[in-house]
């Protein structure tokens, strides 16, 4: 069992609808981010938590300590948010590299 | 631009050849990672830098790869006698703090 796992692994929904993207992880994080990858392979992070909740735009991401899961939300979702979206958290056990051990992503896709 | 950039953004090769990509972090950023990302999956770990220091080396990192950061600044990951399963896209990142911008990745077909 891989220590990140992201739900639903593909979503398809229409323009102007609510998503959310789940992610439950398995191991303590010191961090968990919420990134973003469309076809060209360029990742770029949307955002950083170690608690509570953040919103930026239409994103809104939330996290659950207790119960190790965090969600990531978009509203009134738009053809461009099309993307992979990954989580990655940041092990509090890993107190040199401080990598970061990732999802297997979320392909969404979200047509007019 | 001052992010993370890497070369090539493609690579096509002949299994068993050589090929060496390249990383240039954000400048005054100390740590430089390298992740690999096959089809479909989320990026793996493979090595990191603090400085020039190689400090930590995943398993997956073979006998057949080898990264250096010899001044702390660019780095370097050569892949020898490629296989067909060593094609992927290489992604590295840099960070000074928590966060690491990622480079836009070096996509590798071993043919």
């Known amino acids: 069992k891989n220590e990140v796992e992201q739900s639903p692994q593909n979503l398809t929904a229409q323009e102007g609808e609510f998503i959310t993207i789940n992610c439950s992880y398995s191991?303590?994080?010191?961090?968990l981010h919420w990134l973003q990858q469309h076809p060209g392979g360029g990742i770029v992070s949307l955002f950083m938590?170690?608690?509570g909740k953040k919103k930026h735009g239409r994103l809104i991401a939330t996290i659950n300590i207790q119960e190790k899961h965090s969600s990531l939300h978009i509203t009134a979702s738009h053809p461009r948010d099309s993307a992979v979206y990954i989580c990655?958290?940041?092990?509090?056990?890993?107190?040199?590299?401080?990598?970061?051990?990732f999802g297997q992503g979320t392909r969404l896709t979200i047509n007019p | 631009d001052t992010g993370v950039s890497q070369d090539p953004r493609h690579k096509i090769t002949k299994r068993g050849q050589n090929v060496t990509f390249r990383c240039d972090p954000i400048?005054?950023?100390?740590?430089l990672y390298w992740y690999r990302q096959t089809l479909g999956q989320g990026p793996e770990f493979l090595t990191y830098?603090?400085?020039?220091?190689?400090?930590?080396k995943s398993r997956l990192l073979s006998d057949r790869f080898s990264a250096e950061r010899p001044k702390g600044s660019f780095s370097t990951l050569e892949i020898q006698r490629t296989e067909q399963g060593d094609s992927a896209m290489y992604l590295c990142?840099?960070?000074?703090?928590?966060?690491?911008?990622f480079g836009p990745g070096t996509r590798l077909t071993v043919l």
């Open positions: 990142a840099s960070s000074l703090t928590a966060v690491a911008p």
């Open positions: 191991v303590g994080i010191s961090a």
């Open positions: 938590l170690s608690s």
């Open positions: 990655a958290v940041r092990s509090r056990r890993d107190q040199g590299a401080q990598k970061l051990v």
């Open positions: 400048s005054e950023h100390n740590r």
């Open positions: 830098f603090q400085n020039e220091a190689q400090l930590e």
